[in-house]
């Protein structure tokens, strides 16, 4: 797998919003996009892999250059299931406290 070194380009929000055409087509072209907001970068826009390449995968050239680690246990996902609670719901109530 073939890893590009690009230098990618830093815009904020509005400029983002305002010339989102022109943006997303520099993404398709290949080039990478850091959003910032407030100088503080929040989001990155790169191109969609056509070959579907799973996330692992991805990372790899990552793993051999030592950059990072993967996890070597599975993560527990103790997520509790949603508790029934009588009367009703919070978003009605909110909507009649606004009335």
């Given amino acids: ?3 590009k070194e690009t230098q990618m380009k ?3 929000i509005k400029e983002l919003k305002n010339k ?4 997303l087509s520099l993404v398709k072209k290949g080039e990478d ?3 910032t907001e407030r100088g503080r970068v929040i989001a990155r826009i790169i191109q969609e892999n056509p070959q579907k ?4 995968e991805a990372l ?3 793993l051999l250059k030592g ?3 993967f996890p070597q246990q599975e993560l527990e996902k103790n997520i509790p299931d949603p508790l029934e609670v009588p009367g009703k719901p919070i978003s009605e109530m909110v909507l009649e406290d606004r009335r």
């Fill in 60 to 62: 790899h050239p990552l």
């Fill in 20 to 23: 989102l055409s022109h943006y």
């Fill in 53 to 56: 390449v799973s996330f692992r």
């Fill in 33 to 35: 996009l850091l959003i």
């Fill in 1 to 3: 797998m073939i890893v």
């Fill in 67 to 69: 950059l990072i680690i």
């Fill in 10 to 12: 830093s815009i904020g």
